[in-house]
């Protein structure tokens, strides 16, 4: 019974749709800025290949020859493992972290989503409408002393009216309560 009701749930669920409406959302505020982004490369571009092309490739040899001299010379065999042992418990910890973040993320864009779809439908303006309803107070009901007088006038209306429900369910209260003492008398 529990796989069907995860099951409904899962089917019924809109959330991943949300999702994926708000990736779309996303998507194409990013590509609106690509052409500005190329703009900027193309006239980097000139300036980084010159760069590039003045670079010795015996200096940036002798440096990358250097650097893994220094790695590998720093390395001890008797703290590799235990190195190792961090390492992998380090990474326990970030994968965690990560799934934290993941969900995260995962709701933001579900809740932008969401927002997307309802600005699709026009139900923004809706939305609007129901927090102004429920901002604005409702008229003032009268308090619960004075409803006592007003239901104990309902019930001597109702005896007259034997066709009122509330009323006569009461009555076959009393009658149950009279007939309970007369039976203990």
């Given at each position: 019974?529990?796989i069907?009701?995860?099951?409904k749930?899962?089917?019924?669920?809109p959330t991943?749709?949300?999702?994926?409406?708000?990736?779309?959302d996303l998507?194409?505020q990013?590509?609106?800025?690509?052409p500005?982004l190329?703009?900027q490369?193309?006239?980097?571009?000139?300036?980084r290949?010159e760069a590039?092309?003045n670079?010795?490739?015996k200096?940036?040899?002798?440096?990358?020859?250097?650097?893994v001299?220094?790695?590998?010379?720093s390395?001890?065999?008797?703290?590799?493992g235990?190195?190792?042992?961090?390492?992998?418990?380090r990474?326990?910890?970030?994968?965690?972290?990560?799934?934290?973040?993941?969900k995260?993320?995962?709701?933001?864009?579900?809740?932008?989503?969401?927002?997307?779809?309802?600005?699709?439908?026009?139900?923004?303006a809706d939305?609007?409408?129901?927090i102004?309803?429920?901002?604005?107070p409702?008229?003032?009901?009268?308090?619960?002393?004075?409803?006592?007088?007003?239901?104990?006038?309902?019930?001597?209306?109702?005896?007259?009216?034997?066709?009122?429900?509330?009323?006569?369910?009461?009555r076959?209260?009393?009658?149950?309560?009279?007939?309970?003492?007369?039976?203990?008398?």
């Open positions: 019974m529990a069907a009701d995860d099951l749930k899962t089917l019924t669920d991943p749709l949300y999702f994926a409406a708000g990736t779309a998507a194409v990013q590509a609106k800025k690509v500005a190329i703009e490369l193309r006239t980097e571009a000139p300036a290949i590039v092309k670079t010795d490739p200096a940036v040899q002798e440096a990358v020859t250097a650097k001299t220094e790695v590998f010379g390395i001890d065999p008797k703290k590799l235990e190195t190792a042992q961090d390492l992998a418990l990474g326990v910890g970030v994968a965690a972290e990560y799934a934290v973040r993941a995260e993320t995962y709701d933001k864009v579900a809740e932008h989503g969401e927002q997307t779809v309802r600005a699709w439908r026009g139900e923004v939305e609007i409408v129901d102004a309803g429920a901002v604005e409702e008229p003032v009901r009268e308090p619960a002393p004075a409803e006592a007088p007003a239901e104990a006038a309902a019930e001597a209306d109702a005896e007259e009216k034997p066709a009122a429900k509330k009323p006569a369910a009461r076959g209260t009393a009658k149950k309560a009279a007939a309970g003492t007369g039976e203990e008398a």
